[in-house]
């Protein structure tokens, strides 16, 4: 199929030995988008939670201290580097392993937080998320059989056959489980009620762009 | 550069009237005088007039940068949507940033409405962005997702309402989402004051209603382009109009659903839309 009529013109090809990325409006918004968003996580401090405690006139603060911010914040960016990688990427198998990443870092994220609730959920998340790996990696690996290609351009020209439809459903399930799409998304909200704004922001980001790059790519897999 | 101008002042003023057009459709049907058709207009412009402040509580200088992206983002979409007619799964990346700034302009002020605000976001974009995906439809049908090229093949086939008809009905509740005091704004619920926008003050908070019209310019626009085909200025005007007065109707007279129940219907009609789109194309 033509990627130029998915994602826009081809301004040009990077290759990297047997891969090959190819730069198009789509994934050259989605790469710089990525990437400033990881530059403000780098470079901002984290709010401080503030509410009203029950039965007196006090306030609730909650704020993070500096070692789990150091460590938060090194999550952070390092996921926000892997959700680049993953927009950028003109491979398949480099593709779901981005994605298997930076499903391991948001659990990291969330896990240095010391709310029971927020753990359990980031518990329930990494649950989903470790089962989602499997139908991730096995779809990558039929359709490598399929096809013996997991060059995305290569298997834009190649027809697909019922192997290639199994194995993207496989991948389709995976993403699901990984990103915390609906009927995930229960295990993943509560994760977000932690402190530390510019760290969640990067689990929300990753989740949000994964879908909407694994939409280009099934497509490209999926027609002829 | 001057299309862009022109393009991004429409869509900003097209937007705050459409808005206001609604609020005062809903207040008619809801029996009251409601608010002038031009109010959201002056809101707008009011605030970059006020004196900004920043919580101390707030995470710097995200939480800054934030509602700028948010502009930069639609700004984006105006360049890739009316502008350049570029890519549709662009435009759907830049609703799924969209939907990022909606969750950390919430969090990023530490109040505790801006946090709920950014927990229910987080719930209602893992049914937006399904709904938002119905787009494929249109690939599968039209083979491109090149906006200037799906507008050629609807002036030789007609219309895509008619073809996928399915997927123009359930792209019709994500309109009905993003519309203000709808039964899914669920991240602006009046129970957490303004949500995500409760601590901006200010430009931050002009900022973010500036995003907000554009978005909605920019969400009619697309339906009508990819549903209704090649329409002249005045059918868009018209058309806009009229999808605005509707789902105003429906606004005024549908209560705003529990979170969960919102994201179960809204991902239920992405489910109908997508697969049941796909099995009436194979028949």
């Not at chain 1, 704020?63 to 914040?73: A, C, H, P, W």
């Not at chain 1, 459903?169 to 993943?188: M, Q, R």
């Not at chain 2, 002020?109 to 249109?138: N, Q």
């Not at chain 2, 039964?183 to 957490?192: E, H, Y």
Request: glycine share 8%.
């Amino acid at each position: 199929m033509d990627i130029a009529a998915l994602s826009g013109e081809i301004f040009g090809f990077i290759p990297l030995g047997d891969i090959m990325l190819y730069i198009t409006p789509f994934s050259l918004f989605m790469f710089a988008g990525a990437l400033i968003f990881t530059f403000l996580i780098a470079i901002s401090k984290t709010e401080t939670q503030v509410e009203a405690e029950f039965g007196s006139l006090e306030d609730n603060r909650i704020s993070i201290d500096l070692k789990e911010f150091k460590i938060r914040r090194f999550l952070a960016i390092i996921c926000g580097l892997a959700t680049s990688g993953a927009m950028i990427t003109g491979d398949l198998f480099n593709f779901t392993l981005f994605v298997t990443l930076i499903g391991i870092l948001n659990i990291g994220i969330v896990s240095a937080v010391k709310i029971i609730d927020v753990l359990d959920s980031a518990f329930q998340y990494g649950l989903i998320a470790m089962i989602s790996s499997m139908p991730l990696f096995s779809g990558a690996a039929l359709i490598l059989g399929a096809t013996g290609t997991l060059s995305i351009l290569n298997l834009a020209q190649i027809q697909p056959n019922p192997m290639v439809y199994f194995g993207s459903a496989l991948i389709l399930i995976g993403l699901l489980g990984e990103s915390g799409v609906a009927p995930f998304y229960a295990t993943k909200a509560e994760m977000f009620r932690t402190p530390g704004s510019p760290f969640i922001l990067i689990i929300h980001l990753s989740s949000l762009l994964i879908i909407t790059r694994a939409i280009e790519i099934l497509l490209i897999i999926n027609t002829f | 550069m001057a299309s862009i101008l022109i393009n991004l002042l429409i869509a900003a003023f097209m937007g705050t009237v459409l808005i206001g057009l609604q609020r005062k459709v809903m207040a008619r049907v809801q029996m009251r005088p409601g608010p002038p058709i031009i109010q959201y207009v002056l809101h707008t412009l009011k605030f970059y007039l006020k004196e900004t402040s920043f919580p101390k509580t707030a995470a710097m200088p995200f939480y800054i940068a934030i509602a700028s992206t948010l502009c930069a983002i639609w700004v984006t979409g105006i360049i890739m949507g009316p502008v350049t007619q570029g890519s549709l799964l662009l435009i759907f990346g830049i609703y799924a940033m969209h939907k990022i700034v909606e969750h950390n302009a919430g969090s990023s002020s530490g109040s505790p409405y801006g946090k709920l605000s950014c927990v229910r976001a987080v719930f209602s974009a893992s049914a937006e962005l399904p709904l938002f995906a119905l787009l494929i439809v249109v690939y599968l049908q039209t083979h491109t997702m090149i906006i200037s090229d799906i507008i050629t093949y609807q002036s030789i086939n007609g219309p895509l309402i008619f073809s996928i008809p399915l997927a123009g009905i359930m792209f019709f509740v994500l309109l009905i989402t993003k519309s203000h005091y709808s039964l899914f704004s669920i991240t602006k619920g009046k129970d957490i004051i303004s949500g995500y926008e409760t601590e901006h003050f200010g430009v931050m908070r002009g900022y973010l209603m500036f995003s907000e019209s554009i978005s909605w310019y920019m969400l009619l626009w697309i339906y009508l382009t990819v549903f209704f085909g090649p329409l002249s200025l005045i059918s868009y005007f018209m058309g806009m109009i009229v999808i605005s007065v509707i789902i105003a109707i429906i606004n005024a007279i549908s209560p705003i659903l529990n979170p969960n129940h919102s994201v179960m219907f809204q991902i239920t009609c992405a489910f109908i839309g997508i697969f049941g789109s796909i099995i009436l194309m194979i028949i």
